[in-house]
């Protein structure tokens, strides 16, 4: 989930226009990397070397300017923070005219963000941080605040309706929930959050289904908004709950420790959701069946650490179409490079799109609508019309889309470093 910086297991885009990054001359990049290090190992020594001995660092604190000197700020540098993992760090844009640039760099933490406007000066081939002016913006209220506004509003009522085939859409505005339906009882793939799912049930019904009859519940992501409401639709239903192996463990413990939760839960350290107990764990390219369908699970980690994408075959008038649930590829807000919670984001991630950009779908569905643009198609939805649901064209350009999203990210946050003995 996530369109909002804030809120990081659910944005879409969010990465900042990086000007100059791409035509430099790298060395005012080095110096911004130094005060990085500073802030990631907590170390002063970095400070010393990226700013000039003379350097400044003001803000505005209450209505007073205030600065501190090189040596005074560095030596407010007391060692690694507890939750590195979740401090990202942006170029959000470097000008470099000669032998003088700026930049705009931010430090995106769980409970503040920082903006840094730094000026940059080269003497004898060297790239110094010659003064910093910077703001800091602390995050209103815990993050289940925010989060709890974005569930909201993302899970405003929406009119079920068949996809295609066997599939119906019976989730919210922005949250996905399906429902496919077999003579041996019906798939769910996802619920939505815990409040959510009185919706999807009443969707269900409306569509003259019963929840009762849902055998399988399904997973494409681990997250609060959609599988938040597993626990109580398996104490109604007997549903059998199907997790890929990773996910299945974040479900175990309600989502604690995601290595993605910035800001969104707080700490982490508390379950974002009744945790649930997988009945069945699929590995990638197992398939799951039931009265006639069978739905290939398809690992695309990257956005959780076991995010599975769902492939079938639907039929409609005589014609067969793959259909492909994907579950969701935003990985740009997250701290993409010297992750120790999640060391090999940058490499699933790319293998997942290198995957998908293998597959085809006729019929692209997602586990947000913001994904597939369920909205302009279902008002496109009418009888008699071709069905706007069907697009062989729609996963390469998605795929492409989100890949650009991600390599973008790469380039504007702070570099991977070599693995050091401190780390
Ligand atoms: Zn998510």
């Known amino acids: 989930m996530n369109k909002m910086m804030m809120l990081a297991p659910i944005v879409m885009t969010g990465v900042a226009a990086t000007r100059g990054l791409a035509q430099t001359d790298d060395g005012p990049r080095t110096a911004i990397e130094l005060y990085f290090q500073a802030h990631a190992l907590g170390n002063g020594d970095y400070i010393r070397q990226a700013f ?3 350097a400044m660092i003001s803000f505005v604190d209450g209505d007073q300017r205030k600065q501190w000197t090189r040596e005074e700020f560095a030596k407010r540098f007391n060692g690694a923070a507890a939750d590195e993992y979740r401090r990202v ?4 844009s470097l000008d470099i005219d000669g032998s003088a640039a700026s930049a705009v760099v931010t430090l995106d933490y769980p409970q503040v963000k920082f903006r840094d406007h730094l000026l940059l000066l080269k003497t004898e081939g060297q790239w110094k941080i010659v003064s910093k002016a910077f703001s800091a913006e602390r995050r ?4 289940q605040e925010a989060l709890n506004k974005v569930l909201e509003e993302w899970s405003q009522p929406f009119e079920p309706r068949r996809i295609i085939g066997n599939v119906y859409y019976v989730g919210s505005n922005l949250i996905s929930s399906f429902l496919i339906v077999t003579p ?14 009185p919706q999807v049930e009443a969707n269900i019904k409306k569509l003259g289904f019963q929840p009762g009859d849902v055998k399988m519940l399904l997973n494409t992501q681990a997250h609060v908004d959609h599988c938040g409401g597993f626990a109580e639709f ?3 239903t007997g549903a059998t709950v199907v997790f890929s192996k990773l996910d299945g463990e974040m479900a175990a ?3 604690r420790h995601d290595y993605a939760n910035v800001g969104a839960f707080a700490n982490g350290d508390e379950p974002a959701y009744e945790p649930v107990k997988a009945d069945r764990i699929v590995a990638d390219g197992e398939k799951v069946e039931l009265g006639g369908t069978s739905l290939t699970a398809n690992l695309t980690p990257g956005h959780t650490k076991g995010c599975t994408s769902w492939s079938m075959t639907a039929e409609e008038n005589g014609k067969k179409y793959d259909v492909l649930f994907l579950c969701g590829l935003t990985v740009s807000p997250y701290k993409l490079t010297n992750n120790d919670a999640y060391p090999n ?5 790319r293998s997942s799109l290198r995957k998908l950009r293998a597959m085809h779908a006729d019929v692209l569905l997602a586990a947000h609508g913001f994904w597939f643009d369920l909205e302009s ?9 071709p069905n706007p649901y069907v697009d062989p064209t729609e996963l390469s350009r998605h795929v492409a889309e989100m890949g650009k999203d991600l390599e973008d990210a790469l380039r504007a946050q702070e570099r991977q470093r070599p693995v050091a003995g401190s780390r």
């Open 253 to 255: 413990q309600g989502g």
């Open 140 to 143: 209103k209220g815990d993050g």
């Open 234 to 236: 398996k104490r109604q």
């Open 184 to 197: 041996a009882g019906h798939i769910l793939m996802d619920t939505g959050h815990k409040e959510m799912l």
């Open 377 to 385: 198609k279902a008002a496109r939805q009418t009888v008699g019309a």
């Open 345 to 349: 984001i940058v490499e699933d991630a």
């Open 52 to 54: 000039a001995p003379e």
């Open 89 to 92: 760090r942006r170029v959000e």
